[in-house]
């Protein structure tokens, strides 16, 4: 069973930075590949960024792209996304989820799913 803890979240301006963190417990962590997905009230959960399991490859949503930066420290069986300028679009519920295998901007090609955590941007 596969769990995923994410943190990091808060309440932050519009144009500042935030850096989120999901600490999975699996003992193949690198077997997994991993993504961060996005839920806004009243939207679809969307896809923000993955990447493969070894670190190497990356894919990012047009909207976040040059914004933010996703990576992972396997040997910490934690996956991060690097949030900077910070526009109030981004506001949302970050969810962690991890897939055995290739990644994919899918939501539904993810078996697990961390509880999420709040990103408030003020204008």
């Known amino acids: 069973q596969v769990q995923l803890v994410e943190s990091g979240g808060g309440l932050v301006q519009a144009g500042g930075s935030l850096r989120l963190s999901c600490a999975a417990s699996v003992p193949t962590f690198s077997s997994y590949a991993m993504a961060w997905f996005r839920q806004a009230p009243g939207m679809e959960r969307e896809f923000v960024a993955t990447?493969?399991?070894?670190?190497?490859?990356?894919t990012y949503a047009d909207s976040v792209k040059g914004r933010f930066t996703i990576s992972r420290d396997n040997a910490k069986n934690t996956v991060y996304l690097r949030m900077n300028t910070l526009k109030p679009e981004d506001t949302a519920v970050y969810y962690c989820?991890?897939?055995?295998?290739?990644?994919?901007?899918?939501?539904?090609?993810?078996?697990?799913w961390g509880q999420g955590t709040q990103v408030t941007v003020s204008p």
């Open positions: 990447i493969s399991d070894g670190g190497v490859s990356t």
């Open positions: 989820a991890a897939r055995p295998g290739l990644r994919s901007t899918s939501r539904t090609a993810y078996d697990y």
